[in-house]
């Protein structure tokens, strides 16, 4: 297994120079590290000293880089990296919800037809996804957010296993169930990989206001990846938490009473409260009576349409089915498009 791992590393290199050396050192003994090789520091000096002085003495070097994408199998504690998400989540609740979309967005973007975007590239780190519509905010909020994890384990730890990471854990402290997640995921190493805006789903669709057209553009951008009608309604229950802002989407205020708060209170608020078009010079959107709740268009939408309206009404009335099929639907998003997942422990 050992000397697998190690040929892997080699197998990634092809001529150059001895800069990446001191690199190249670290992650090698990472490697053997992490396959039990610390109760034998000279063995492991001695190997690690050994492949890089035959990749140097040979002239080989790292190819565009590639070996510094390649996730070290064990070489991360993702209970580690969970737990340090954990405390900027508990530190400041609000950033739960902003987790949340960051890798609800860095995962939508999956088409089963060209078999292209999803959460597998860590891609919504480029400039040229975070400027899609869709994803206004997230480049001064969640993304920056995230460094000071990243930076800490390094390359170990990519970019699109700690974003999707990041939404399962602020999921599960702010109430909410506990998403199975794997890792395993590997950066898109430029901005190439990302896919055109448009793939997901928008708050008004067609007339202003919900109508039928709100609920064919849902099931345009859902069916696109691969869901049916339940596993949409499933997935908006993720309005149980955070807000709009005027700043990034130009719609304000929060769906729910209880924003850092993960529940069924979305569906119940749908189903039950009567709303209407609010009055001000911003985008059509939905409030209640007291004026302190919105809904978008294709919230209504949701109890506009009957296929879509009976989902409603049964997460209304049952959380715990609602936490059931909200875990597996969202576990799905995350891992559309990826391939050579480990299921990994991280609660």
């Known amino acids: 297994m050992l000397l697998t791992k190690v040929s892997t590393y080699l197998a990634l290199f092809s001529a150059g120079a001895a800069a990446f050396a001191p690199s190249l050192s670290t992650r ?152 199975p997640w794997s890792s395993g995921r590997v950066d898109a190493l430029d901005p190439s990989a990302v896919t055109p805006d448009g793939r997901l789903p928008g708050a008004d669709s067609g007339p202003p206001g919900a109508d039928p057209s709100d609920a064919a553009h849902l099931r345009t951008i859902f069916n696109r990846m691969g869901f049916n009608d339940q596993e949409i309604v499933a997935l908006s229950g993720a309005h149980a938490l955070g807000r709009c802002h005027t700043t990034a989407s130009g719609y304000d205020g929060p769906w729910t009473p209880t924003p850092t708060m993960f529940n069924n209170l979305y569906f119940s608020l749908l189903d039950s409260v009567k709303w209407t078009q609010r009055d001000w010079k911003g985008p059509f959107q939905y409030e209640d009576e007291g004026k302190s709740l919105m809904m978008l268009p294709t919230d209504l939408v949701l109890i506009q349409d009957d296929d879509f309206k009976k989902y409603v009404s049964m997460y209304a009335k049952d959380q715990a089915t609602f936490f059931a099929d909200f875990s597996k639907a969202f576990n799905k998003l995350e891992e559309l498009g990826t391939t050579g997942l480990k299921s990994t422990t991280w609660a």
């Open 28 to 179: 090698v003994t990472s490697v053997l590290d992490a396959h039990g090789q610390d109760d034998d520091g000279g063995r492991r000096a001695f190997l690690a000293s050994s492949v890089i002085t035959t990749l140097v003495g040979t002239g080989f070097t790292p190819a565009a880089h590639a070996w510094r994408l390649l996730p070290l199998s064990g070489g991360v504690d993702y209970k580690a990296v969970a737990g340090d998400i954990s405390s900027i989540i508990k530190e400041d609740p609000n950033k739960g919800p902003t987790l949340v979309r960051l890798s609800w967005h860095s995962s939508g973007t999956y088409d089963k037809m060209s078999k292209d975007g999803g959460s597998g590239g860590g891609t919504i780190r480029f400039k040229e996804e975070l400027a899609h519509g869709g994803n206004a905010g997230l480049g001064e909020t969640a993304v920056p957010w995230m460094e000071d994890v990243k930076t800490k384990y390094g390359d170990s730890l990519s970019y699109a296993d700690l974003y999707t990471l990041a939404g399962v854990v602020a999921i599960k402290e702010l109430g909410g169930p506990t998403v």
